[in-house]
């Protein structure tokens, strides 16, 4: 049973830093990994998606890298704004397509 | 095509009734995802369709969640005789899965949402 774990649940850096959210997975027989951004009260979206063949991609000041025999995906935000505050989100897609989420990062960046 | 649709968007019920949610999926989309997200929480697996077969249904959370998506369009997730511990949002999500698994496919897009408050 595929488990996704985030850390840190929740973290709080100044406007400007760079900072990196993790991801891990217990079962590495995936066929790709998704970050989604959730605002509150609102619904997900989706910021990217790595396939697993892919080592990263990236978007904007986003650039997310996935190692899949280890179990790990980082989603790096350069210069964070104030308004990149929402909860991060990680879910895996597994071989039978089940696609199943962390419990998400709560980031708050300081003006 | 505006996405994914959910309706409603928020359910006030009393313990005890029923509610049905309904699910819009982008149309070209042969996948569709039911999901349960409380507060502080990711969204929890609840099942999901190819076309209008029900791949799983082990996840949903008990006899009383009932989901399907008759005509493989648009899906309905009903809840029976609900309880206060139901309240939460209830999310669906659809996808293009083509036949080359090793395209590694299967974006989501998520709708915005039902919320159910049961009282």
């Known amino acids: 049973k595929q488990e996704v774990t985030q850390i840190p649940a929740a973290l709080s850096v100044p406007e400007g830093e760079n900072l990196v959210l993790n991801c891990s997975f217990t079962d590495s027989a995936i066929y790709n990994l998704q970050w989604f951004r959730q605002d509150p009260g609102k619904g997900l979206t989706s910021l990217l998606l790595i396939q697993s063949s892919q080592r990263e991609q990236t978007s904007g000041r986003l650039n997310a890298s996935l190692d899949k025999s280890s179990g790990r995906s980082t989603l790096y935000i350069a210069a964070s704004q104030p308004g990149d505050s929402a909860t991060y989100l990680c879910?895996?897609?597994?071989?039978?397509?089940?696609?199943?989420f962390g419990k998400g990062t709560r980031l708050h960046i300081l003006p | 095509d505006t996405g994914v649709s959910q309706d409603p968007r928020h359910k006030i019920t009393k313990r005890g009734q029923n509610v049905t949610f309904r699910c819009d999926p982008i149309s070209e989309h042969n996948r569709l995802y039911w999901y349960r997200q409380t507060l502080g929480q990711g969204p929890e697996f609840l099942t999901y369709?190819?076309?209008?077969?029900?791949?799983?249904k082990s996840r949903l959370l008990s006899d009383r969640f009932s989901a399907e998506r008759p005509k493989g369009s648009f899906s309905t997730l009903e809840i029976q005789r609900t309880e206060q511990g139901d309240s939460a949002m209830y999310l669906c999500?659809?996808?293009?899965?083509?036949?080359?698994?090793?395209?590694?496919?299967?974006?989501?897009?998520f709708g915005a949402g039902s919320r159910l408050t049961v009282l």
């Open positions: 879910a895996v897609c597994g071989r039978d397509d089940k696609i199943i």
């Open positions: 999500a659809s996808s293009l899965r083509g036949r080359e698994v090793s395209l590694g496919a299967n974006v989501l897009t």
């Open positions: 369709f190819q076309n209008e077969a029900q791949l799983e």
